[in-house]
């Protein structure tokens, strides 16, 4: 790795551990993670509080406890391994093969009691730039017309921890509607249906995500130009 990727990678992991990438996320979902990283970091300061090195001292326990309960959530909540794809030369995703078998996971979890209104791919897959530098950008939209949708908040926490101990870069987000992803996303990337609940309404689709399961690498795998 060159010089300038050493300092890309303390910059990079650095700032992915401080913001968890939380400002890119929807309301529901910030504040859904929020929640479950204090309830982490309260469990953690009444165990260093009590049973720990630090007994009584509820300065340094509140500190190891954040400390801890952020670098948890950093592992199993955010954008690690985008973090360390963008940072490593070493670093590579697994292959589209084990994406598909992740993005069918997804979609059969969310399908579960009818949770979304759409799942979709967006990023260098759906501009048909993927490559083994590249990483799969989910997007699933949470219905809101049903008390059911705010269950995708914990699936796609799950999800997402499911992807750092499989070592897939993913970035993953729960959005409320689809306004919120036409603000977020590019104009170029016109989103992969993974699944659709409902007629599909946002600006257009190119492409099923059933196409891609049947032959996965001669559709989208481009070998990355050196």
Request: hydrophobic share 45%; charged share 25%.
């Amino acid at each position: 790795m060159l010089k300038q990727g050493r300092y890309r990678a303390i910059r990079n992991l650095c700032i992915g551990w401080i913001t968890h990438a939380i400002h890119s996320t929807d309301y529901s979902e910030r504040i859904f993670r929020i929640i479950i990283e204090i309830l982490l970091m309260l469990v953690l300061l009444i165990y260093f509080y009590y049973w720990s090195p630090f007994q009584r001292d509820i300065i340094a326990s509140a500190i190891v406890a954040f400390i801890v309960s952020h670098t948890i959530m950093w592992l199993l909540d955010g954008n690690f391994w985008v973090y360390v794809l963008d940072s490593f030369d070493w670093m590579k995703n697994p292959g589209i093969d084990k994406i598909v078998s992740y993005v069918k996971l997804c979609r059969k979890l969310f399908q579960l009691g009818d949770l979304t209104e759409a799942i979709l791919i967006f990023g260098s897959m759906s501009r048909g730039e993927f490559h083994n530098k590249s990483d799969l950008d989910l997007r699933i939209v949470r219905r809101k017309d049903s008390i059911l949708g705010i269950l995708c908040l914990p699936v796609a926490l799950f999800l997402r921890a499911l992807s750092f101990f499989m070592v897939l870069p993913v970035d993953l987000q729960v959005s409320d509607s689809f306004n919120f992803l036409d603000r977020q996303m590019r104009k170029d990337e016109i989103p992969i249906v993974v699944y659709t609940r409902d007629s599909f309404r946002f600006r257009e689709s190119k492409n099923n995500f059933c196409e891609i399961e049947k032959n996965p690498s001669s559709v989208f795998v481009i070998k990355k130009n050196k």
